[in-house]
């Protein structure tokens, strides 16, 4: 029997880590390591598995000293923690076997020559050739994947088992991989591919099903790299299987995911995806300036009304969320301006603003090279208000402008703005639950307390809460969610984000 330890590394406290917001919920991280439960799923059952995600608890040397084996994932934002988990594991004699995006095409980038066994490529191709290569004493050093990337029909139901549900926000789950556009910046298609592989409906309800029999209620994040990749497929099979999960499940679950903006084109698919859960979508968006989505090459956003479509995707029962990108070479000066102007008309009240970032592997990356354009730099956290290339409009205009950006939009008057631009045009569904649960009671407390009495911007808060409870009041729930997120980024904004702005511009 052999005793794997699987370990998920830190991850820094910044946009996405929702570290404020989840103490008004009494949650520790927001996600559960998908990755690392789907390499738990594939591994021998006879073999001992445990998990310890760093956000979550700490990791003991009691814990390294049990195994015989340290299963590391993480992504390049995670790499410092990563190699201190590489260390310590090392410290206690333990040989580590590392994968996920960090170590994905360009890994060479980063060294890691620290690592025993470096696998870089999806885990269902190259697992069971790992596992035979433990069971005979012969670990490789490095294992890559072929060319020909996995059929993810064969993947596993994530070993949900080892998950502590009550620690986490949110469950995950995966239906595609892959991506059809090819968007200069991008590493999802170096790391996953052009052509969507999807699972079949079967495989997305036995996860659900899994989910559910763990005990989860609440929000699922479908983690693909564009679920409507495969359009066809998705509303032939999949949205009508979950349609009907969900209406039997007593509409337990919601969903989030991430799709590209042609996802406004098709009225069918977003009637089908609002009917199935779906109330949350994060959308490439990246920029107002046209010239810009020409020079990345982002196909489905190039001459498209970018302002009408987000309101249609409203308009059909789900928020939108926005990654927006500042510092391509065809950026005018004015784009700090127009970014703010477009994200307040949108009523994106999430907008993920980020500093442009060659990550290795990708087009960009080599384009920068070519043109001596890369630096030596690079957290692989695009919104910490640092890059890894030299931007045309110069470093420091872009820190300057790109700061301009952050603490406008998270400044409390512009923030609760966008909240009701927001709401006047969402049309939630009607199967949706309102959540007053006494965790979520807890929240309105705590949110009313922190937020409406000590912060700044209380009264901005008081405002609009009062606004909504009269105008809008079956989103009264959204409008605390927003007000702690809001809380969270301000924070974020405020402490590491802008450090390092002021330090990049001296
Ligand atoms: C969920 C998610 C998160 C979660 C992570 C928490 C969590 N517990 O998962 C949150 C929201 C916190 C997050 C944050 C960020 N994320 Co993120 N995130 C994702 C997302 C959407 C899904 C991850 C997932 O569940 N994938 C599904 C699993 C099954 O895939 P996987 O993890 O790759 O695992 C497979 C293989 O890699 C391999 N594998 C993985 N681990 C291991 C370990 C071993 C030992 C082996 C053998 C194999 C193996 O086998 C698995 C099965 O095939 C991915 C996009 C994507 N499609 O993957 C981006 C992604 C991982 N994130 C990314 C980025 C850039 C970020 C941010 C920096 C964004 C930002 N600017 O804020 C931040 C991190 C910084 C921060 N401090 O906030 C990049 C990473 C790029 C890179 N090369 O590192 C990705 C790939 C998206 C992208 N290209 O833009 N993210
Ligand atoms: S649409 Fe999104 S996932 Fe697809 S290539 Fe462009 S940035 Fe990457």
Not at 78 to 99: F, L, N, T, Y
Not at 271 to 283: I, P, Q, Y
Not at 473 to 494: K, L
């Amino acid at each position: 029997m052999v005793r794997i330890l699987l370990v998920y590394p830190q991850i820094p406290e910044t946009f996405w880590s929702f570290k404020h917001a989840l103490k008004f919920v009494s949650r520790r991280a927001s996600f559960p390591p998908l990755g690392l439960l789907t390499v738990a799923a594939l591994l021998p059952s006879s073999w001992e598995l445990k998990l310890v995600d760093m956000n979550v608890g700490n990791l003991s040397n009691r814990d390294l000293r049990w195994a015989d084996y340290v299963f590391v994932s993480a992504m390049v934002a995670q790499q410092d923690s990563a190699r201190d988990v590489i260390a310590r594991s090392h410290r206690e004699g333990k040989p580590v076997v590392a994968g996920g995006p960090l170590f994905r095409p360009g890994y060479e980038f980063f060294g890691f020559d620290e690592v025993d066994c470096l696998v870089s490529g999806e885990a269902e191709d190259l697992l069971p050739r790992i596992v035979k290569d433990i069971e005979n004493g012969a670990l490789q050093r490095t294992y890559l994947c072929d060319d020909e990337r996995p059929d993810i029909a064969n993947s596993p139901v994530p070993k949900w088992s080892l998950v502590d549900n009550r620690r986490y926000e949110m469950m995950s789950l995966q239906y595609s991989r892959g991506c059809p556009f090819d968007c200069e910046f991008c590493d999802i298609v170096v790391m996953n591919g052009h052509v969507p592989r999807t699972k079949s409906a079967r495989q997305v309800l036995a996860e659900l099903d899994a989910l559910f029999e763990n005990g989860w209620r609440g929000a699922v994040f479908f983690t693909d790299d564009n679920f409507i990749g495969n359009k066809k497929k998705l509303k032939s099979e999949i949205l009508p299987a979950i349609i009907e999960w969900n209406r039997e499940k007593g509409y337990r679950f919601t969903f989030i995911t991430e799709a590209s903006i042609n996802l406004a084109d098709d009225e069918e698919l977003m009637l089908m995806m609002n009917g199935a859960g779906f109330d949350v979508v994060f959308v490439g968006i990246e920029s107002p300036n046209e010239g810009s989505l020409v020079e990345c090459n982002k196909m489905p956003n190039k001459g498209k009304d970018l302002l009408a479509a987000v309101k249609t995707i409203q308009n059909h029962g789900m928020q939108v969320q926005g990654g927006f990108i500042v510092g391509f070479d065809e950026d005018p000066p004015s784009i700090f301006r127009n970014q703010i102007e477009f994200i307040q008309r949108s009523g994106i009240v999430t907008a993920m603003v980020g500093m442009l970032m060659a990550p290795p592997g990708t087009r960009l990356f080599k384009r920068m090279e070519a043109e001596g354009r890369l630096l030596p730099s690079g957290t692989g956290n695009n919104t910490d208000g640092t890059t890894n290339i030299v931007p045309k409009m110069g470093l420091e205009t872009l820190t300057r402008g790109y700061q301009e950006v952050v603490s406008t939009i998270y400044s409390p008057e512009p923030y609760y703005e966008r909240i009701l631009t927001f709401l006047r045009e969402y049309r939630p569904r009607s199967t949706r639950r309102s959540n007053y649960s006494p965790r979520y009671i807890g929240a309105l407390i705590r949110c009313m307390w922190t937020i409406g009495l000590k912060q700044e911007g209380r009264m901005a808060f008081w405002r609009h809460f009062a606004w909504t409870l009269r105008h809008k009041p079956r989103c009264f729930h959204m409008y605390i969610t927003f007000a702690i997120q809001g809380y969270h980024y301000r924070q974020v904004a405020a402490s590491a984000g802008m450090g390092q702005m002021k330090m990049q511009s001296g």
